[in-house]
């Protein structure tokens, strides 16, 4: 598909500085707030933010099949409900009003001044009510580093992994927005040949670089969704940090999977990248050997080049860039992980959140995590401070960014920040 | 605690049958609508439902600091959300109205007539919007008897077993009501020594006999709930079967736990227990060997002595009991689910529901599975009609039950039926 809000000649009236991520072909969804006024729903352009509620209450979105005041709400919910047939067009709209062409908001001083928030003075709250939280694990890098270091690396890849996009249920609840401080989990750990387990503070706390997609619509308990009609549910991507504690994961996991050492927390960026601003930047991903089944076969390109970088930041220290990793880099694709999460008739809905996994791309410099990149303890990692890392330690700011670049036009997402605070 | 409600000796001026789940000293909420109105809160006594809304708008629950229509909302939530501060005395103050001294709503013809509706006349609904769904493997007798069929006699249980009350994360939105028939899921399944799985319907569809407790309020995220006081946050309890395709979590589940075997649907009675009504039936558990982190110890009962049993009807023939065990057939308790569920800061919320995992006894007679009851295929069940079953067929309706018996007080559950239709 394509869309005239991707135009790379399209320029804004509202002024977007260099390498800024919120050029007018992005436009990303996002809730905020001011000191006058509660959260709210506005995208993002340059420096600023759009209010969509002034634009909607000035008459300036009529003709779009929207409900009365949609975006006068906590969460993107119901306007992402409304699909594709109404938000796609709202895209299209906001672009043209942000057209230096245009003089319906630009020649409005009075609109334009209420309408058009500096980011600086805007809180960000997360922008969905989360339905459903499902994590996939979907980078073959990550799955035979981590196979390669606690398993065998000659069978690196658990037998299933190239048939099944292997995923599990995430805790909702504690899904956060960028900003959000979490503290050290305590849990139980076992020292190797132990016998009873210890409890306290983890100590391997790790990040997880991962981007996640969000439903719109949702298909009936007992439907299926197939690759084709995939992409019709999925509104946009955010980063996400899927926090995780790999002390706790090794002793809880077996039988049933990650639990208390990923439900603590997880991270997400405030600014929601609609599918369609992310349509230029899709690529082919790798060949699948052996062939899939059927219904996690597909026709056209469901990886997205997205370039992606991690950097932690110790209290009272610059920043130091620990990885530089691309979403391209996943073996099963958006596509087919719906497909796959419904061809048991599972039902999905309108804000809930799938994250990739942790992508790691194929060589040293582009892990999606500490335990990858310290490789499990043995290669500290030097900070800006000279302090070394094998983990997230305690005041560690984790900040994530990604963004797609293509003719001139860089589409960013932002970035998802995060301060582990001391076990409480 | 005591509550006025649970004395043995109260009796309703509504008349309730001899065996009634549903005596005065019961009183479970749930969410119900007829051919005259929209759904909205009631709470079950003998064959009738008391319409709470009406009681609300007579003035009738006044002083109990309730909001304005409270009841009169698809799902019990808002209620829930007010606390025990407020839920109990409600509960009690029903109590009184439905007291056979009692003239208040008994000597209102016309009140009487419209807040008192026939069950067979309603609709049940699910009772909750749920947030987070988790579920448990808290029965020993269970746990052990998967390890043996499919690990090692000798070590049936693994090492974390003892330590943790193993939980994972599960699919809130395709949480149903009882009567909502499931369409058999299709999958990828795998040939013992097959290279390549098979798709297709599940061959092996198998009910879990479970009960789920659901929490009304909850903790910040970063705090965390001790035993002591997890009852402040349990609202009630329901029965529930956790739907499994055991050969697709065969093949997906490994390493990080089911997803597909189990999302395709679980089931849920519609009358919600209250915690309150349930403390009669406290019993010890077992010892617990070998002792358990400071965080799991606690004082007092949390066990219930809840009798189950699970039936089985073939299309078009009469059910068979397949099972009858008993709740109080756990290792690890609700106090210690929930401590534990939140030890790491992770955050509970009104609505979440929380399965025990399947309740086995320790016996042959009191498996809470067919993959138990009929060991692995070896020891196919009849039913009525004579054929076999060694797992679910499609348009077998599988159909369980519950209620504890003390002091000749009958507070039951009421029943989770479900058809399961064929692959869709």
């Given amino acids: 598909m394509s869309y005239k809000a991707n135009d790379p000649s399209l320029k804004s009236w509202v002024s977007v500085p ?4 919120f050029p007018i072909q992005n436009l990303p969804y996002g809730i905020f707030s001011t000191k006058e006024k509660s959260p709210r729903a506005g995208v993002a352009i340059g420096d600023h933010i759009l209010d969509l509620t002034e634009i909607q209450s000035a008459q300036l979105l009529n003709d779009l099949e929207l409900p009365d005041r949609v975006f006068d709400r906590p969460v993107l919910n119901d306007f992402m409900d409304l699909g594709k047939e109404v938000t796609v067009p709202v895209r299209e709209r906001i672009a043209e009003l942000l057209n ?13 001044e209420k309408a058009l928030i500096p980011q600086a003075e805007a809180t960000m709250h997360l922008p969905i009510r989360v339905g459903d939280y499902t994590d996939f694990y979907s980078s073959e890098s990550h799955a035979t580093n981590v196979g390669t270091m606690f398993r065998d690396p000659e069978n690196a890849l658990l037998p299933n992994w190239k048939h099944i996009p292997v995923g599990y249920h ?21 020292e190797p040949d132990a016998k009873q387990p210890d409890f306290g503070p983890s100590k391997r706390v790790d990040f997880e670089l991962e981007m996640a997609f969000i439903t719109c619509g949702g298909n009936k308990l007992g439907d299926s969704i197939s690759t084709k009609e995939a992409e ?23 039988p049933l999977g990650p639990f208390l050492a990923k439900n603590f927390g997880s991270s997400m960026s405030p600014w929601i990248v609609t599918y369609e601003a992310l349509e230029p930047f899709k690529v082919a991903g790798p060949k699948q050997d052996p ?12 990886h997205f080049d997205v370039e992606l970088e991690v950097a932690i930041a110790p209290k009272e220290s610059t920043e130091k860039v620990v990885t530089h990793s691309n979403f391209k880099h996943m073996y099963w694709n958006v596509a087919q992980q719906l497909a796959h999460h419904t061809i ?36 500290p990692v030097k900070m800006s401070d000279g302090t070394e890392r094998k983990f997230i330690n305690d005041h560690d700011t984790v900040i994530m960014r990604g963004h797609g670049l293509k003719n001139g036009v860089r589409i960013g997402f932002g970035e998802v920040k995060t301060e582990i605070l001391p076990a409480k």
């Fill in 100 to 112: 230096r062409d245009n003089q319906e908001l630009q020649g409005n001083d009075q609109l334009r």
């Fill in 344 to 379: 048991n008739g599972c039902n999905i809905n309108t804000g809930d959140v799938y994250a990739s996994g942790t992508i790691s791309g194929p060589k040293e410099g582009a892990f999606g995590s500490m335990l990858e990149i310290a490789w499990k303890g043995t290669k």
């Fill in 170 to 190: 995430g805790r909702a609840s504690s899904i956060v927005i960028s900003g959000t401080p979490l503290h050290r989990p305590k849990g139980q750990t076992i």
């Fill in 291 to 302: 062939e899939v089944l059927p219904y996690l076969k597909f026709e056209g390109n469901y």
């Fill in 232 to 254: 019709k549910y999925i509104f946009g991507f955010t980063i996400f940090n899927d926090w995780s504690a790999r002390d706790i994961q090794k002793w809880e996991y077996v």
């Fill in 18 to 21: 260099e390498n800024s991520d």
